[in-house]
């Protein structure tokens, strides 16, 4: 195995040792971190004249070589690699020659990991935040659509008032645009650069840090070297990230499984978003929407691996950290494919509005507007609770709705009711009703402002 390290060493390591070891396998993917992150380091030693122009000049050529020629797959990532950092600095030598032993002056591999991982998390968080944006443009899309589509609002799994498609999916609009702000606030807080911590302690020669994090973007660095290397709170707090948003994806997976049912009927996926039984021929199953549910446990599992990894280590590196990678890179993918797919099934589902009309009529839903009517009639609340829960038990006996039950019963119970009480507790004024600010009757106001942060007027946009 080519190895940066073995002058104080008698003997090789085992085979099994070396396999254990390595983690070129997996941390070949941040191969143009590690690219990057070195020449900006490199840059930073020639302008510290740490290394001269010529130095300097040579290596930033022979690393955007080995990048060309690994991308046109004339240079390979291989197994024969401790790991990525152990690949790019022997290519470099290879190519280049003395020059290329003279890369990693002031830098320790400590710090050289920690980076690129934040390089690589920080891209990340940018691309899930884009796809989001899309996701909630999707949604926004079915919201504006939606305004009139009635539907039961439930509690306890039971009818309890009627809302809209519109109001219901808004519900999500605001979940999702809490995962978007969480994740940008991660990286706010991530955006430091560690490079320059060395193994732990810095390093004897006179690096100019600020420097090389703002070559890489970053707001600043890193403030102590010892946590500089040895900080993982980022990938953490990633992974946590990463977590609600598949907590959200499989809540609203959970939801369609449902509407998919024959029972409600509220949905119909799309045949490009559907899978059949290999028995019972008249099945249209919502497997993607199980799988994106099932998938939430693997990524809850990333997160408490890494919190578990991280939760003994003594300062400062220790190599359980090279365990932070596999999982992280797990979660990434598994949240991208969930949240493109996601999008794409909810875009292309067909919602049954008059099913969901007509579920919405049934169950009572109507009944706290029923209550609410007689409190326009001067009744306290509690004692038209008391009245319309009997008038219900009147329906539920005679097998009818509150709209079919004749005036006469209604003013049997209380003479209040007159004849407008059957508008008062039709399925559009039980809607139109509820304005209260994030009500289901005002939702021109979250349209209009799910419209700004779209459009990037909000803070965070
Ligand atoms: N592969 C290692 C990791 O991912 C790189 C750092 C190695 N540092 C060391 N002192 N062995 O953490």
Same mark, same amino acid.
């Given at each position: 195995m080519a190895q940066l390290w073995g002058g104080r060493f008698e003997k090789n390591t085992d085979a099994m040792v070396n396999d254990f070891n390595a983690s070129v396998r997996f941390d070949s993917r941040l191969f143009l971190e590690d690219v990057k992150g070195s020449m900006a380091h490199v840059k930073m030693l020639a302008k510290q004249k740490i290394l001269t122009e010529e130095e300097a000049q040579s290596i930033l050529v022979g690393l955007k070589g080995i990048a060309d020629d690994v991308a046109d797959g004339k240079l390979e990532i291989t197994s024969e690699y401790e790991d990525v950092h152990s690949f790019v600095e022997a290519s470099l030598i290879d190519r280049i020659g003395e020059a290329g032993k003279k890369m990693h002056t002031g830098r320790s591999r400590n710090d050289q990991v920690a980076l690129d991982m934040r390089l690589y998390i920080r891209d990340e968080i940018?691309?899930?935040?884009?796809? /989001?944006?899309?996701?909630? $443009?999707? /949604?926004?899309?079915?919201?504006?659509?939606?305004?009139?589509? +009635?539907?039961?609002?439930?509690?306890?799994?039971?009818?309890?008032?009627?809302?809209?498609?519109? %109001? %219901?999916?808004?519900?999500?609009?605001?979940? #999702? !645009? !809490?995962?978007?702000?969480?994740?940008?606030?991660?990286?706010?807080?991530?955006?430091?650069?560690? /490079?320059?911590? *060395?193994?732990?302690? *810095?390093?004897? +020669?006179?690096?100019? !840090?600020? +420097?090389?994090?703002?070559? /890489?973007? #970053?707001?600043?660095?890193?403030?102590?070297?010892?946590?500089?290397? =040895?900080?993982?709170?980022?990938?953490? $707090? #990633?992974?946590?990230?990463? =977590?609600?948003?598949?907590?959200?994806?499989?809540?609203?997976?959970?939801?369609?499984?449902?509407?998919?049912?024959?029972?409600?009927?509220?949905?119909?996926?799309?045949?490009?978003?559907?899978?059949?039984? =290999?028995i019972m021929p008249q099945k249209k199953n919502p497997d993607i929407a199980e799988l994106i549910r099932g998938k939430t446990g693997r990524v809850y599992g990333e997160l408490m691996s890494m919190l578990t990894t991280m939760k003994g280590l003594p300062l400062a590196y220790n190599k359980d950290m090279q365990e932070d990678k596999e999982g992280t890179f797990d979660a990434i993918d598994t949240v991208r494919n969930c949240l493109e797919l996601f999008t794409g099934l909810l875009s292309t589902t067909k919602f049954n509005k008059k099913k969901m009309k007509q579920s919405a009529s049934g169950g009572f839903t109507n009944a706290t507007d029923a209550a609410d009517y007689l409190v326009g009639k001067g009744v306290p609340f509690r004692d038209a609770h008391a009245v319309v829960g009997k008038l219900v038990l009147n329906c539920i006996k005679k097998g009818i709705s509150l709209d079919e039950l004749p005036l006469t019963d209604w003013k049997a119970e209380c003479p209040k009711f007159g004849r407008d009480i059957y508008k008062a507790i039709s399925l559009k004024t039980c809607v139109e009703k509820r304005t209260t600010a994030g009500g289901p009757g005002a939702m021109d106001k979250e349209i209009e402002e799910n419209r700004k942060y779209l459009k990037g007027e909000k803070e965070n946009g």
């Open positions: 940018d691309e899930t935040a884009d796809l /989001l944006k899309g996701l909630l $443009e999707t /949604l926004e899309n079915l919201i504006e659509k939606n305004t009139e589509t +009635y539907m039961p609002g439930f509690t306890h799994m039971q009818k309890a008032q009627p809302v809209t498609l519109a %109001h %219901h999916l808004g519900a999500y609009f605001e979940m #999702f !645009r !809490r995962d978007r702000e969480r994740l940008i606030s991660v990286r706010e807080r991530m955006n430091f650069c560690p /490079l320059g911590s *060395g193994a732990l302690a *810095g390093t004897t +020669y006179p690096l100019d !840090r600020e +420097y090389t994090a703002k070559l /890489l973007g #970053f707001s600043g660095i890193c403030r102590n070297s010892m946590d500089g290397v =040895s900080d993982r709170d980022y990938v953490i $707090e #990633f992974l946590d990230a990463l =977590s609600l948003v598949m907590m959200h994806l499989s809540r609203f997976c959970e939801e369609i499984i449902m509407w998919n049912s024959n029972e409600y009927g509220f949905v119909e996926l799309d045949d490009s978003y559907s899978t059949g039984s =290999s």
